[in-house]
T-cell receptor, first 115, second 117 residues
Framework: AQKITQTQPGMFVQEKEAVTLDCTYDTSDPSYGLFWYKQPSSGEMIFLIYQGSYDQQNATEGRYSLNFQKARKSANLVISASQLGDSAMYFC????????????FGAGTRLFVKA | EPEVTQTPSHQVTQMGQEVILRCVPISNHLYFYWYRQILGQKVEFLVS????????KSEIFDDQFSVERPDGSNFTLKIRSTKLEDSAMYFC???????????????FGDGTRLSIL
């Protein structure tokens, strides 16, 4: 069965410090995509970063990087130099193909950035 | 930047009534999706739609739900006879044509908050 697990319901980080949000996944499909989305209190879903199962290098997008450890089936999000505006819910998600594409989301981690 | 638009932003409906949620995907996108998020919970996949037919659906997407692309721009989700537990935020999303190795993300609309009384 396909599953995404985020074990940190809430995280605190000091402004300007780095923070790692954990994500593990489970799938038997060798081809999949991993995504991170940010959901601020206003409710919209904002795409942050993508990692493909065959990508050799870890993905980076500005202050966001994805620590992809395929053997461990983990795809942790690292946010460097945290800003107050980073306070939000963060969802890890996995896209799989099961005759059609679907994306499965984890339960999310709420990040609080302290001034 | 093009975006996915959803209307209305908030819909209040009596239990048992039909409701239609509307979405305009990004114009060159070919894959369309509906997700729901019950307050405080995770985002759940409902259905994906490609080439005018359902591509994949979840267990949640039962006979009460249907999707349609009535014209070249709109993509709708209909709930035939709403229940209290249908109260949630419903997100529409779209993506470009995907291959198995595509890195194209889904782009989400801002959601429609559905409240069933």
């Amino acid at each position: 069965a396909q599953k995404i697990t985020q074990t940190q319901p809430g995280m605190f980080v000091q402004e300007k410090e780095a923070v790692t949000l954990d994500c593990t996944y489970d799938t038997s499909d060798p081809s999949y995509g991993l995504f991170w989305y940010k959901q601020p209190s206003s409710g919209e879903m904002i795409f942050l970063i993508y990692q493909g199962s065959y990508d050799q290098q870890n993905a980076t997008e500005g202050r966001y990087s994805l620590n992809f450890q395929k053997a461990r089936k983990s795809a942790n999000l690292v946010i460097s130099a945290s800003q107050l505006g980073d306070s939000a819910m963060y969802f890890c998600a996995m896209r799989v193909y099961t005759g059609g594409f679907k994306t499965i989301f984890g339960a999310g981690t709420r990040l609080f950035v302290k001034a | 930047e093009p975006e996915v638009t959803q209307t209305p932003s908030h819909q209040v409906t009596q239990m048992g009534q039909e409701v239609i949620l509307r979405c305009v995907p990004i114009s060159n996108h070919l894959y369309f999706y509906w997700y729901r998020q019950i307050l405080g919970q995770k985002v759940e996949f409902l259905v994906s739609f490609y080439n005018n037919e359902i591509s994949e659906k979840s267990e949640i997407f039962d006979d009460q739900f249907s999707v349609e692309r009535p014209d070249g721009s709109n993509f709708t989700l209909k709930i035939r006879s709403t229940k209290l537990e249908d109260s949630a935020m419903y997100f529409c999303a779209s993506s470009e044509l995907l291959g198995r190795y595509s890195n194209q993300p889904q782009h989400f609309g801002d959601g429609t908050r559905l409240s069933i009384l």
